[in-house]
Nanobody
């Protein structure tokens, strides 16, 4: 069964850090491009960061220099290290896996940045 499971969300103060993890199963993980998206209430889902199957990365302008995406193919896991968090980073964060026409989504994990 193809599945993505996110973890690591929570409540953090402005300026703090969180690391999100997304564990994949049922797919040949190393062949998939992976991404983190987020959706805040009333907003469309947006790409936060992406990493290709060969390790090339891309970031939304709003998170460049603060967030880092990485992957561990041996563990079938993709990570999102989030530093210097801001209240506007508050959203549900979703993991995405994509290869050709096959796209998978995780269930999402809530990140709340508030004092």
């Amino acid at each position: 069964q193809e599945q993505l499971v996110e973890s690591g969300g929570g409540l953090v103060q402005p300026g703090g850090s969180l690391r999100l993890s997304c564990a994949a199963s049922g797919i040949i993980f190393s062949m998939y491009d992976m991404g983190w998206y987020r959706q805040a209430p009333g907003n469309q889902r947006e790409l936060v960061a992406g990493i290709t199957n060969y390790g090339s990365t891309t970031y939304a302008d709003s998170v460049k220099g603060r967030f880092t995406i990485s992957r561990d193919n041996a563990k079938n896991t993709v990570y999102l290290q989030m530093n210097s968090l801001k209240p506007e980073d508050t959203a549900v964060y979703y993991c995405n896996a994509r290869r050709r026409i096959n796209t998978l989504w995780g269930q999402g994990t809530q990140v709340t940045v508030s004092s």
